[in-house]
């Protein structure tokens, strides 16, 4: 029986317009489907978000104000983006990416801001296969980085252009598909067996570099960071 990361996978990620997933919105997003390992097909758009760009957000993907204007209306990209999740939900089809927790909690977030509802809710969330949490799972005590452009060096995974949304998508499923070849036990578990073990693993990594922080005079990392894979904050925490 074929492993199920020969079958379909489909990436995605998106640039936005900042780092808080509950206030900031996209400015372009992508989905990757790969076949048997290979590049199976595009969807991807630039998204006007209706608000100023910062130019901090700008400095790394590069998207302009005058660029976005021209891309789809924010809702408009909020109903594919929203349509493709649930189609991968409803078929099994495994969502794969980097820090997906990020992305997925801002779709959820615009969902609920425009019809009270998230993922799982109205839209079916299937299977999520995040290269991040298995990464730091998998090779925990590793130096370095651990952005996708540090694991595409780990995993000898050519990055197609970094911050580009498709070219980010297509290199976060082929750090996946190097992760579970360089690790059997990875690859030797179930999907689902796979997808709860994630949770915990996220829970774990996040729970940990929160007691690091607090042990050097910081902060503690907000609740919500440590779910997996989509964070909702309680009323307390706005």
């Not at 070219?167 to 976060?172: G, L, N």
């Amino acid at each position: 029986m074929a492993h199920w990361s020969e079958g379909t996978l489909i990436g995605f990620d998106l640039e936005t317009t900042g780092v808080d997933p509950f206030t900031d919105v996209p400015v372009s997003y992508a989905f990757v489907t790969f076949e048997h390992g290979d590049r199976a097909g595009t969807v991807s758009s630039i998204v006007n978000p209706g608000r100023p760009i910062p130019p901090g957000a700008t400095g790394v993907h590069g998207i302009t104000d005058d660029r976005a204007a021209g891309g789809q209306a924010l809702d408009e990209a909020l109903d594919v983006i929203a349509a493709t999740i649930g189609d991968a939900g409803r078929s099994g089809t495994p969502v794969v990416g980097m820090n997906l927790s990020y992305d997925l909690t801002m779709v959820d977030a615009m969902l609920r801001r425009r019809t009270g509802s998230g993922l799982a809710d109205d839209v079916p969330l299937g299977p999520v296969v995040d290269c991040m949490v298995l990464d730091k799972q998998a090779d925990r005590y590793r130096r370095g980085g651990r952005k996708l452009g540090d694991l595409c060096r780990e995993y000898g995974v050519e990055h197609g252009g970094a911050h580009d949304a498709a070219a980010d998508v297509e290199a976060s499923v082929r750090v996946t598909l190097a992760l579970l070849s360089r690790y059997p036990a990875l690859a030797g578990m179930s999907l689902d067996d796979l997808v709860r073990a994630q949770a915990t693993w996220k829970r774990e990594q996040t729970a940990g570099l929160s007691e690091y922080f607090v042990g050097r005079g910081g902060e503690a990392i907000p609740e919500w960071q440590h779910q997996w894979p989509v964070g909702r904050r309680s009323d307390e925490e706005g």
